[in-house]
């Protein structure tokens, strides 16, 4: 009796793996426009969260990740975002030391092996 359920599961089970790999999703990918909105001339105004100041220090994957420089990629995708965003030499980064007796400047906080 255990085996004549077992085949039945196998043949739900297959059939329903065929049926459902046989289907063909129908997507309509929407197409961006830029509608009534003119993204030529955009600045960005704001605090350190706007440059891109990440981990403690002003570094260059920080300011491409910043929110003007994903909103001017977004921009982009309509047709507008000419965005010139002036950003660091290199990924070692700047940032100032809130305790000034140690050193003014720092560089980006990276999470080492250690674990005490």
């Known amino acids: 009796m255990h085996a004549i359920y077992s ?36 600045i960005a105004v704001g605090d350190n969260f706007l440059s891109g100041y990440q981990d403690g220090a002003l570094y260059k994957k920080g300011q491409e990740l910043s929110i003007p420089a994903l909103l001017a990629r977004q921009f982009s995708l309509v047709g507008e975002g000419n965005f010139s965003q002036p950003l660091m030499n290199d990924d070692y980064g700047l940032g100032l030391n809130p305790k000034p007796w140690e050193g003014w400047y720092v560089s980006k906080r990276v999470l080492g092996y250690r674990t005490n």
């Open 7 to 42: 085949k039945i599961f196998l043949s739900i089970l297959c059939s329903s793996l065929i049926f459902l790999s046989s289907c063909k999703p129908d997507l309509d990918v929407p197409v961006p426009s830029a509608g009534s909105a003119n993204f030529s001339k955009c």
